[in-house]
C-alpha cells in the first residue's frame, strides 16, 4: 500500500494530527519510513485503525483550488471589516472633537473664573493684636 505522511493521514482519517501521533506512540498506529528515511504511514494502517477512509491525497491542483476558495470566502468578511473600521475612524474624529471642545469651555471657564476673582475687593490682611506684656514676665521678650 501507499506511504503518506502523519499530516496527510491526519487529512485522509479526519482526525486531528496530535491524534494520529497519540496513536503512533501507544502503539495502535504502526509508522515506517520510507527510502529517504521520512516517516510514513500506511494507507493499510489507517484503513485497519480508522475504517474507511477520505478520498486520495490531494493534489497540488486541487490544494490551490482549495485555497482559492478559501481567499474568495474571506472577502466577504474583509470588506465588511473596512467598512467598520471607517466607522471607527468617523467615530474617533467625533469624538476628538468633542474632547477639543470640552476643553475649551474648561478653558473659558478659568477665564471667567480669573476676571471674577480679580473684581473681587481685596480683603485686608486681619490686623494682628499687639503683645501685651505682663510686669511679671520681664523674661519674654
Excluded at 42 to 59: D, Q
Aim: aromatic share 4%; hydrophobic share 40%.
Amino acid at each position: 500500500m501507499a506511504l503518506v505522511s502523519v499530516t496527510e493521514a491526519a487529512r485522509l482519517t479526519g482526525k486531528n494530527r496530535a491524534t494520529i501521533h497519540r496513536y503512533i506512540k501507544q502503539g495502535k498506529l504502526s509508522q515506517s519510513t520510507d527510502a529517504t528515511g521520512s516517516k510514513k504511514v500506511e494507507t493499510s494502517e489507517l484503513l485497519r485503525v480508522f475504517g474507511t477512509i477520505s478520498a486520495s491525497p490531494a493534489t497540488a491542483l486541487q490544494c490551490d483550488a482549495i485555497q482559492h476558495d478559501a481567499t474568495v470566502e474571506n472577502e466577504l468578511p474583509v470588506a465588511a471589516l473596512q467598512q467598520k473600521i471607517a466607522m471607527l475612524e468617523q467615530l474617533l474624529e467625533s469624538k476628538d472633537r468633542e474632547i477639543q471642545r470640552q476643553d475649551d469651555h474648561i478653558d473659558s471657564l478659568k477665564k471667567a473664573m480669573l476676571l471674577i476673582e480679580s473684581k473681587l475687593p481685596a480683603t485686608p490682611e486681619p490686623v494682628t493684636q499687639p503683645v501685651v506684656k505682663k510686669s511679671w514676665q520681664f523674661w519674654k521678650k
